[in-house]
């Protein structure tokens, strides 16, 4: 069994290594021609549709994880930027993960990660718009955020090269562990085991998934190499992207953390927010 575990790792690894780092590169590249200031300023005025694709778009080329999403988050609040607008991202940052999706479409397939990327988007405008109609922006906390700095970022090929060693310090552990968890199960869960309990069309796994991905903190770069082996191994595909999103979304640090600029109701908002949008997710890739 540990000779194919090991085995498994090793080319799973390997594939990712090349993958991420390849990624990484041409993301820390395009970093520095992005006009971050110009994209606020048209966020601020322009039609709320309009607004919030720009959302999503800044979501997408700010690749970070939930936690460090809120010190942006609060630098937008402090702007007086459009309530539903500033959801929007919060909800859209973790999971828009211009790195992370083209793994997924290397390793899931690319009408996994297209789908996966709308649904995502869909919903958090969605779920932006609504809690702001529904009057939550009376529970935002006055809170003035410390150490963020706007960068005026310059296209810099030593300064990308230092950018993608400092995102593998950080993400590349996380990935190294999700392709571990996916060998081993690869080499030591039966696949009979797999497909006869987290299989088929059981709709109650949707929710499940989404419930227990909630507290944890997983990031997405750590879940794809198991997502693909639980999928091989007969995983249906709607529970394991509830279990993606929800994960990703929110976590328990990122909750320790809203609830300094967010009252409770708000939070348990949000909480009941990244629960609809990974169940309703997990549903829809059924459909699909």
Request: charged letters at 10%; a positive charge.
């Amino acid at each position: 069994m540990w000779p194919e575990i090991f085995h498994s790792f090793l080319s799973i690894a390997l594939e990712l290594t090349i993958l991420f780092i390849g990624i990484s590169l041409l993301i820390s590249l395009l970093q520095g021609v992005i006009p971050y200031k110009k994209m606020e300023r048209i966020m601020e005025k322009s039609h709320p549709l309009v607004s919030a694709l720009f959302a999503l778009g800044f979501a997408f080329i700010t690749p970070f994880c939930s936690c460090s999403t809120i010190p942006v988050v609060v630098n937008l609040l402090n702007k007086k930027m459009r309530f539903g607008i500033v959801l929007i991202f919060l909800f859209a940052s973790p999971v828009l993960d211009p790195t992370i999706i083209t793994l997924m479409a290397a390793v899931l397939g690319v009408k996994v990660a297209a789908a996966y990327t709308v649904i995502t988007s869909i919903l958090s405008v969605i779920i932006g718009f609504s809690l702001e109609k529904f009057g939550f922006e009376a529970q935002i906390k006055n809170v003035v955020v410390t150490g963020f700095h706007e960068q005026n970022i310059k296209f810099d090929l030593k300064a990308t090269l230092m950018e993608t060693v400092q995102l593998m310090k950080t993400v590349y552990p996380y990935l190294l562990f999700g392709a571990f968890i996916g060998a081993f199960i690869h080499g030591a869960v039966p696949t009979s085991w797999i497909s006869t309990f987290l299989g088929g069309d059981k709709w109650w796994l949707v929710p499940i998934a989404a419930i227990i991905g909630i507290p944890l903190y997983i990031r997405l770069s750590t879940m794809i190499p198991i997502s693909q082996i639980m999928i091989a191994k007969g995983m249906a595909l709607g529970p394991v992207m509830a279990l993606l999103i929800s994960s990703a979304g929110a976590s328990l640090p990122e909750l320790t953390l809203l609830n300094s600029i967010f009252k409770k109701k708000l939070v348990y908002a949000f909480i009941a927010s990244v629960f609809t949008m990974s169940t309703l997710s997990g549903f829809l890739f059924y459909i699909i």
